[in-house]
T-cell receptor
Framework: ETGVTQSPTHLIKTRGQQVTLRCSSQSGHNTVSWYQQALGQGPQFIFQYYREEENGRGNFPPRFSGLQFPNYSSELNVNALELDDSALYLCASTPSLGTGGLARNNEQFFGPGTRLTVL | AQRVTQPEKLLSVFKGAPVELKCNYS??????LFWYVQYSRQRLQLLLR??SRESIKGFTADLNKGETSFHLKKPFAQEEDSAMYYCALNRLRAGNMLTFGGGTRLMVKP
């Protein structure tokens, strides 16, 4: 069984640019969550996808968007990058949700993260 | 809105000493609480969750709804316990969207 993978490992962008980060979920997991972790802080929930639909969203502006594909891999897109977007972006997958979105097994398996630097 | 507070950024103890990492939360409903750990050069991973009432690597945590706390404890710290510890809250039935605290770095000195 493979774990959660993320690409790229590191990325440098300039203000105003757009970026796409990628995540491959752990085998058998159909829910993926994205978190932003600024330096010295805990992860902050961005959004979650379940069966290719956004299932919940944290306090992030619309320029943060995502996709989940039929194979349950996922993308995080950030438009109009700002300096404060510099952070570690974490992807986490969860085993199948039950009816109504209640997780039967709610452990989240995290990827190694993508370090984004905005200059 | 929910919030998780870990008041200590750094906790330094000697090997064999007891450890308590503090976590306080605010949430009006029924929460589910977790401790996640990140060892050096490793990814974030689940340590334990309150609903399981388990002991993992000698660590335990009890949910105290009256004090809205979920402190992590271990009676005798080991050097391999040195890591970053994050307390996290999930709103029950919310589909597993975690609110994390700021983290506490535990350093266990020989």
């Amino acid at each position: 069984e493979t774990g959660v993978t993320q690409s790229p490992t590191h990325l440098i962008k300039t203000r105003g640019q757009q970026v796409t980060l990628r995540c491959s979920s752990q085998s058998g997991h159909n829910t993926v969550s994205w978190y932003q972790q600024a330096l010295g802080q805990g992860p902050q929930f961005i959004f979650q996808y379940y069966r290719e639909e956004e299932n919940g969203r944290g306090n992030f502006p619309p320029r943060f968007s995502g996709l989940q594909f039929p194979n349950y891999s996922s993308e995080l897109n950030v438009n109009a990058l700002e300096l404060d977007d510099s952070a570690l972006y974490l992807c986490a997958s969860t085993p199948s949700l039950g009816t109504g979105g209640l997780a039967r097994n709610n452990e989240q398996f995290f990827g190694p993260g993508t370090r984004l630097t905005v200059l | 809105a929910q919030r998780v507070t870990q008041p200590e950024k750094l906790l330094s103890v000697f090997k064999g000493a007891p450890v308590e990492l503090k976590c306080n939360y605010s949430y009006s409903g029924s929460p589910e609480l977790f401790w996640y750990v990140q060892y050096s050069r490793q990814r974030l991973q689940l340590l334990l969750r309150h609903i399981s009432r388990e002991s993992i690597k000698g660590f335990t945590a009890d949910l105290n709804k009256g004090e809205t706390s979920f402190h992590l404890k271990k009676p005798f710290a080991q050097e391999e316990d040195s890591a970053m510890y994050y307390c996290a809250l999930n709103r029950l039935r919310a589909g597993n969207m975690l609110t994390f605290g700021g983290g506490t770095r535990l350093m266990v000195k020989p």
